[in-house]
Nanobody, 127 residues
Framework: QVRLQESGPGLVKPSQTLSLTCTVS??????????WSWIRQPPGKGLEWMGV???????YYSPLLKSRTSISRDTSKNQFSLQLSSVTPEDTAVYYC???????????????????WGQGTQVTVSS
């Protein structure tokens, strides 16, 4: 059974870069045909898909966040990471990592398509 665990600072100052890591156990992030995403939920709002790294290392990002978002991985540690630059208080949210499946050339962008989730980590952007 796969397990995902987010880690990183809970407080980030405005204009800085938010960095989070998802450690995966019970399954390899390089195994076909999984998709590994970052999803967030601001207070009082719905879930927002941020971006995905596929099993082969390809990345795709939400158009709304593409200019500020980067996802990378370390297969030796079975981890993938999120970096969100130039944060503002509007980036305050619970951040989740999640696993989904690729179907042909389609990768999931709707949070409801992800079946395995980490517990989430609260990140607050404040000076």
């Amino acid at each position: 059974q796969v397990r995902l665990q987010e880690s990183g600072p809970g407080l980030v100052k405005p204009s800085q870069t938010l960095s989070l890591t998802c450690t995966v156990s019970g399954g390899s992030i390089a195994s076909s045909y999984y998709a590994w995403s970052w999803i967030r939920q601001p207070p009082g709002k719905g879930l927002e898909w941020m971006g995905v790294m596929l099993y082969d290392g390809r990345t795709y990002y939400s158009p709304l966040l593409k200019s500020r978002t980067s996802i990378s991985r370390d297969t030796s540690k079975n981890q993938f990471s999120l970096q969100l630059s130039s944060v503002t208080p509007e980036d305050t949210a619970v951040y989740y990592c999640a696993r989904g499946y690729i179907s042909g050339t389609y990768y999931p962008v709707n949070p409801s398509e992800y079946g395995d989730w980490g517990q989430g980590t609260q990140v607050t952007v404040s000076s």
